[in-house]
Nanobody
Framework: QVQVVESGGGLVQPGGSLRLSCAAS????????IAWFRQAPGKERDVVSC????????YYVGVAKGRFTISRGNAKNTVYLRMNSLKPEDTAVYYC??????????????????WGQGTQVTVSS
């Protein structure tokens, strides 16, 4: 059974940094991807970044490029999202999601069917 466990949210001042962690377990092959989504109050849940465990490729949404970095941890099924230069508009509940890569080998072929419980990130002075 696939399980997703997130950690690392909190309160940070504008311009500060946070690192979110996600551990996804239960896959029997490497053809899966792990992504971070976020949902601000009154808005839809949107993807922020993704990494494919199949080929190591990464994806970032426009607002995350240059500020956020997704990477694998030493543990095979662990992924980190390092967020720098945080802005108040980054405030949201951040969700880790995982799923099989169903075509190709990148995140674009993944179906995210397993979700964590979410972790709150608040950027405020």
């Amino acid at each position: 059974q696939v399980q997703v466990v997130e950690s690392g949210g909190g309160l940070v001042q504008p311009g500060g940094s946070l690192r979110l962690s996600c551990a996804a377990s239960g896959f029997t092959s490497d053809y899966y991807a792990i992504a971070w989504f976020r949902q601000a109050p009154g808005k839809e849940r949107d993807v922020v970044s993704c990494i494919s465990m199949a080929d190591g490729s990464t994806y970032y949404v426009g607002v995350a490029k240059g500020r956020f970095t997704i990477s694998r941890g030493n543990a095979k099924n662990t992924v980190y999202l390092r967020m720098n230069s945080l802005k108040p508009e980054d405030t949201a509940v951040y969700y880790c999601a995982t799923g099989k890569v169903e075509y190709g080998s990148s995140c674009h072929g993944a179906h995210f069917g397993f979700w964590g419980q979410g972790t709150q990130v608040t950027v405020s002075s």
